[in-house]
């Protein structure tokens, strides 16, 4: 997964922290609410951010919803990786929501 040199899940120490490994490690499908026939659970949600600078009401709530699970994935892969607690200092994807909450307003 990273550098061509094996690392092992620190919470799991006689894994390798493979990409299939971190999906399990994590819960990445029960937490995304995907099959798991998904090859890459993370990747296609994230193919579906959004792009235009005006969105739907259903899209935002989705997102809204979405974007703090995948945003603590994010965070405890990183946290997997470099085997350590690593703490955060705001709200995780604090930007993306506070643009999607205009679209989640009653004049919109």
Not at 50 to 65: L, M, N, V
């Amino acid at each position: 997964l990273f550098g061509g040199k094996p690392q092992y899940c620190p919470k799991h120490s006689m894994q390798q922290l493979t990409k299939k490994h971190v999906i399990d490690c994590l819960n990445m499908y029960r937490c995304l609410f995907m099959s798991e026939t998904m090859k890459d659970p993370l990747s296609f949600p994230m193919g579906m951010l959004p792009t235009r600078p005006s969105i739907p009401y259903d899209f935002a709530f989705s997102w809204s919803q979405q974007w703090s699970i995948i945003c603590t994935i994010l965070h405890e892969f990183d946290q997997l990786r470099h085997s350590q607690v690593i703490p955060f200092k705001h709200p995780h994807g604090q930007k993306l929501l506070s643009w999607l909450d205009r679209f989640l307003q009653p004049s919109h």
